[in-house]
């Protein structure tokens, strides 16, 4: 989180923001990450949000130092930390190739050099492959499988089945998962209240948390392989 932090402090600096505005997108950063009530599903686990958050604002950081000044050392920092970013949160690794994509874009877009943007192009892609690959080449050996994570059908899955929504539980979707300090007033704003994702409610389905009182009855009906006996998606 302090990594984070640094991050998004000198972000804003780089893009010409004052002092205060810049503390101030620190102070909001942290708001979102680290409320009290996401602290132990931030932080206290293995999940990768924060972890991705950081090592995406670093890498931002430095492509934009990068091609700001026109220099070539950062955009190998910058493959190597969106290469990381790609083994924590797989589905990076296309943000990494539309990067890769835009920047002689923009190299024509502001009139610069073609030829010098392309290598800035090879090198974040070079370096970012030195990070990624090894790691696709394991899994190809160990799993038979040539890929970064092998999680696409299970999210599928889940997709497929939260395309079942009612209407109701949709729009309620944006309460019910918005980060804070944004479900409070959105709960208020589409008129939910806290107990519409308590047993009974009407966005029960909704409610994944550890703590819901279904929630050991959706485990027992996921450990048995019957998912038509969950409460919850």
């Known amino acids: 989180m302090a990594l984070l932090a640094v991050a998004v402090f000198l ?8 002092f205060s505005l810049a503390l101030a997108g620190v102070i909001l950063s942290n708001l979102l990450l680290l409320d009290s009530e996401y602290r132990a599903y931030m932080l206290d686990n293995l999940t990768t949000e924060s972890a ?4 995406l604002a670093v890498g931002s950081l430095l492509l934009s130092l990068a091609i700001g000044r026109g220099t070539l050392l950062p955009v190998v920092f910058a493959g190597i930390f969106f290469g990381l970013l790609t083994l924590v949160k797989a589905a990076f690794l296309y943000v990494t190739i539309g990067i890769v994509a835009v920047i002689p874009v923009l190299a024509i877009w502001c009139r610069r050099s073609l030829g010098f943007a392309t290598l800035q192009t090879a090198l974040l892609a070079l370096f970012t492959a030195l990070i990624v690959l090894p790691w696709m080449i394991r899994n190809e050996i160990s799993v038979g499988y040539f890929g ?4 696409g059908g299970e999210v599928s899955h889940n997709r497929a089945v939260m395309d079942l929504m009612t209407r109701d539980e949709l729009v309620g979707s944006i309460y019910a998962w918005a980060p804070y300090p944004f479900n409070g007033p959105l709960r208020r704003l ?5 107990t519409d994702l308590e047993d009974g409610g009407r966005l029960q389905r909704l409610n994944d948390s550890g703590t819901a009182a279904f929630a050991a009855r959706d485990a027992e009906a996921e450990h048995a392989g019957r998912p038509q006996d969950a409460v919850s998606f």
């Open 190 to 194: 589409l008129g939910y209240s806290k």
């Open 148 to 151: 970064v994570a092998g999680r």
């Open 11 to 18: 972000i804003c600096r780089q893009l010409g923001l004052p």
């Open 52 to 55: 991705a958050a950081a090592l």
